[in-house]
């Protein structure tokens, strides 16, 4: 069973998608989600702009607390450039901090 969280056409559309508070408010959205459904997307349409730090929290924390198989339960849909950029390079830079945190000593 799969869940859908809207970012740009519900009442989060107002909240500006770039700070850590607004990203740790989608995380906990996120973690109750995965918690009831084995898949969830996070649909994108009409968000123009996020910030680094905003998906961060979002996906980044949760990528560092369960590691990068997190993101095969997750997929992102209606992203323009800007928000894959984004979301890419939180996925890259958090796994590779994972591995490392992770590290054989």
Same mark, same amino acid.
């Given at each position: 069973?799969?869940?859908?969280?809207?970012?740009? *056409?519900?009442?989060?559309?107002?909240?500006?998608?770039?700070?850590?508070?607004?990203?740790?408010?989608?995380?906990?959205?996120?973690?109750?989600?995965?918690?009831?459904?084995?898949?969830?997307?996070?649909?994108?349409?009409?968000?123009?702009?996020?910030?680094?730090?905003?998906?961060?929290?979002?996906?980044?924390?949760?990528?560092?607390?369960?590691?990068?198989?997190? *993101?095969?339960? *997750?997929?992102?849909?209606?992203?323009?450039?800007?928000?894959?950029?984004?979301?890419?390079?939180?996925?890259?830079?958090?796994?590779?901090?994972?591995?490392?945190?992770?590290?054989?000593?």
């Amino acid at each position: 069973m799969a869940s859908m969280i809207k970012l740009g *056409l519900s009442e989060k559309a107002r909240v500006f998608h770039g700070s850590r508070a607004a990203g740790q408010q989608l995380r906990f959205e996120i973690e109750d989600a995965l918690n009831a459904h084995d898949r969830v997307t996070l649909d994108f349409s009409g968000v123009g702009v996020v910030t680094q730090s905003y998906i961060d929290e979002a996906v980044g924390v949760l990528i560092l607390q369960f590691g990068p198989s997190v *993101l095969q339960r *997750l997929s992102f849909k209606n992203c323009n450039e800007d928000v894959k950029a984004v979301l890419n390079y939180v996925a890259g830079t958090r796994s590779e901090d994972y591995f490392k945190q992770n590290a054989p000593s």
